[in-house]
């Protein structure tokens, strides 16, 4: 599916087979629009909701004046897709683990396992996005390590050393 098509869905409709895009394509449009560009110092709600709308635009969606980034679960239904930005060690990924299956209402059969991730890694002191990961729910484990609990909030830590072996590149974990 090409994103060009995507203007005739809304981010917030279920994903199907007309609209969902594939990780390979996920992974192209991250490199050539998301990587690079600049996402201005702000909360980090305010930052996620800039990174959300990034991504909308990126994917070829055309966002209606009646629709409003939500900040639900996932960011971008349509796509089965959680947006996170990092620019610390600890990824905050929200009321939802990968760790711990569940399904995901309303996403066309997804679970938290299978839920799609991009990681956005941005440097904190220019605000620009350099890197990215993107893998789905059950593979995220295998890069970092979770908080060994279940709670509202579940969070990932990053040692620092793993961005500066991935300088200048992209992860891909399909």
Do not use: W
């Amino acid at each position: 599916m090409s994103s060009f098509n995507l203007k005739d869905f809304s981010i917030h409709d279920e994903p199907t087979s007309e609209s969902l895009l594939s990780m390979d394509s996920i992974k192209k449009i991250v490199i050539e629009k998301i990587i690079g560009q600049k996402n201005p110092p702000s909360s980090t709600k305010n930052r996620g909701q800039f990174l959300e709308n990034m991504f909308t635009k990126a994917l070829g969606y055309k966002l209606l004046d009646t629709e409003s980034l939500a900040g639900g679960y996932p960011d971008i239904r349509n796509q089965a897709l959680e947006i996170k930005i990092q620019d610390s060690p600890t990824v905050d990924l929200g009321k939802y683990s990968p760790e711990f299956e569940e399904v995901v209402p309303n996403c066309g059969g997804f679970t938290t396992k299978t839920m799609r991730y991009c990681i956005v890694l941005s440097n904190p002191k220019t605000y620009i996005i350099e890197g990215a990961i993107l893998a789905i729910g059950d593979k995220l484990g295998e890069n970092f390590t979770y908080i060994a609990n279940k709670s509202y909030k579940s969070q990932r830590s990053i040692p620092m050393s793993f961005f500066d072996t991935l300088k200048g590149k992209s992860i891909f974990n399909p």
